[in-house]
């Protein structure tokens, strides 16, 4: 008797395959897209399963530096000259096995049953996982992926680009060194020229000019993508501070620098050679890290050439601190650590949410020796502080509460909230606002767009805004939507805090914003489908949660009916996570690194 099987699919079919999989007599679930093909029932992960996966990968990657390796933590094996690699992709690695964890963790639980699984899945992680398992069959797509080529049309264009911002700014290298404090900026940082800018705010005001710098920071773009709107010049930072590209210090310290840069390339070869090595020792999570950080060694040689070029320009000059408000992303890293090295003071501003699930802040006791945090970290409150010092290795002593630099201008909009108009806004309809975000699940993302569509359409009263985050683009809510929806779907051209302050109430999955919203005096729900409370608004007591579209129907209603008042915790939040809202958070900020 034949033995039954399950079919698993986790990615799009070919017909062919369709066409084999709905005929087959064995049991078929679709995790991809729904589908309406016979004998093929659809599921989406379990969202235990999710939460448990997020916690459990969170703690392996957490354990993973203490790891040892031939006498020594596997982190410093893969270090290069006090240049610590793994926590440049440290952030990349989490998200990309969570997403494969959850099929693993999916197909385990057939597994339990005794029933062998013929997996659809072209994610190199999940087949090497069940490589040895004679119970998982990992079937790939027939047709061949291959890799996009880089076209020479795109590397001249590159080459050029680059030649150009390198050369906008060699002549000012002098003078850069001798500025005492440098401001890093990179291509999201920057907004047209007048208008307020978000991340920096009123910093741009109070700073010397004689001894405040800026340096625009520019992402590697990916080659294979082309170049759509890179290195854009045409909205530069308004302020009087010096600026200059960062390519003027790579092209003159490539130059420089070549024999270096050839001893890190030799040490990364070395590195992907004794990968066999390193996964002899390991335990299957940890040998899909060690893989997954050998796959990103372009990457890593991008970063040392950056962090080479930079600990070779700050060598000389007066430059006494740096900060920045991506500390810990990779290529504000790279630049960071070359000024470390070379005895500049390292400034990390907070610029999101800090909560003991945030792995860009959370880290091991054991981790503090590999520089994960800068020399200090500048915080909007206590809160973020005490979550931290208890949470992770951050200590009083590296971290200070100076108050969010965008409540200086918020302290501005609040005395002049009747004087701001928004386009395609009436003011005879309560607005609500939901701001959006590019969340790694993109059910979850479509889900949580369709639920605050569909509040749309049933609350006529109420004028619904979709935010859009920075990083996402209309086309996405646009295929949503239909012709008679009213909802409208701002981006850039709409000043964030302008509608919050116009704004009755907010709706959010996790987003940061949801913490502004509720400094705006404003209500706040959450949009949170398997009860994580990742920004614990929720446990705070200044949001009410959703766990699904006719709750959220309902807290509309609720909340409308109370004259859309905040909850009962908003003040002892706004305190503990804003420190004061007194337009004077800038003036801090600059007194605090200038006596630094």
């Given amino acids: 008797m034949e033995e039954k099987h399950v079919n698993l699919i986790f990615r799009n079919l070919e017909e062919s395959e369709w066409s084999v999989v709905s005929q087959s007599s064995f049991e078929s679930i679709d995790f991809k897209n729904p589908s309406s093909l016979k004998n093929v029932d659809h599921q989406d992960f379990n969202s235990d399963t999710k939460k448990q996966v997020n916690e459990d990968i969170f703690k392996e990657i957490i354990d993973f530096a203490s790891f040892q390796f031939e006498g020594k933590s596997i982190i410093d094996t893969l270090s290069y000259q006090g240049v610590f690699l793994w926590y440049y992709h440290r952030f990349r690695i989490y998200y990309t096995l969570r997403e494969s964890f959850y099929i693993i963790r999916t197909i385990e639980e057939f597994l339990k049953d005794s029933q062998p699984v013929n997996a659809y899945t072209n994610d190199p992680r999940v087949i090497e996982y069940f490589v040895a398992n004679e119970r998982v069959a990992c079937i790939q797509s027939p047709i061949e992926m291959k890799a996009k080529k880089v076209s020479k049309l795109t590397i001249v264009s590159f080459a050029i680009k680059f030649a150009i911002r390198s050369l906008s700014g060699i002549t000012k290298l002098n003078s850069l060194r001798k500025r005492k404090h440098i401001v890093v900026f990179n291509g999201k940082h920057i907004q047209k020229e007048g208008e307020y800018n978000p991340y920096y705010g009123h910093l741009l005001r109070e700073g010397n000019s004689e001894e405040w710098a800026i340096l625009r920071l520019n992402t590697f773009p990916k080659m294979e993508a082309g170049l759509p709107g890179w290195n854009k010049d045409k909205n530069v930072p308004d302020t009087s501070f010096l600026q200059i590209n960062s390519e003027s210090v790579l092209c003159m310290g490539i130059i420089k620098n070549y024999v270096e840069i050839k001893k890190a390339s030799d040490f990364l070869r070395n590195l992907t050679n004794r990968k066999n090595e390193f996964k002899a020792e390991m335990s299957p999570v940890q040998r899909l890290f060690i893989d997954e950080f050998i796959s990103l060694k372009e990457s890593s040689k991008l970063y040392l050439i950056q962090y080479i ?288």
């Fill in 309 to 596: 070029c930079f600990r070779s320009f700050f060598k000389k000059g007066k430059v006494k601190t740096i900060t920045t408000i991506s500390e810990h992303s990779s290529n504000e890293r790279s630049v960071l650590d070359g000024a470390r090295r070379s005895g500049v003071k390292t400034i990390g501003v907070q610029h999101g949410a800090i909560t003991p699930m945030n792995i860009s802040y959370m880290y091991g006791d054991h981790e503090r020796n590999y520089h994960v945090a800068p020399d200090q970290t500048i915080l909007w409150g206590k809160n973020s502080q005490r979550v931290l010092t208890e949470k992770s290795c951050y200590t009083e002593q590296n971290s200070i509460v100076l108050g969010q630099l965008r409540t200086d201008i918020q302290y501005d909009i609040l005395s002049n909230v009747d004087q701001i108009t928004i386009p395609g806004i009436s003011n005879n309809k309560p607005i609500v606002v939901f701001s959006s975000q590019p969340q790694p699940d993109q059910r979850l993302r479509t889900q949580a767009a369709e639920d605050v569509i569909e509040a749309a359409r049933k609350f006529e009263d109420l004028q619904f805004v979709i935010k859009l985050h920075p990083l996402e683009e209309k086309a996405f809510y646009e295929a949503l939507l239909t012709k008679n929806d009213k909802i409208l779907l701002l981006g850039k051209e709409v000043d964030l805090y302008e509608l919050l302050a116009k704004s009755a109430l907010h709706i959010t999955c996790y987003s940061t914003v949801g913490a502004e919203a509720v400094s705006f005096g404003k209500s706040l729900i959450t949009i949170d489908y398997f009860q994580d409370d990742l920004s614990h608004y929720h446990a705070k007591s200044i949001a009410r949660q959703a766990t699904n579209r006719d709750e959220l129907f309902q807290l509309i209603h609720h909340i409308k009916e109370s004259n859309f008042a905040p909850e009962p915790g908003v003040s002892s939040f706004v305190k503990a996570n804003t420190h004061i809202i007194d337009g004077e958070t800038a003036k801090r900020y600059v007194e605090y690194i200038e006596s630094l």
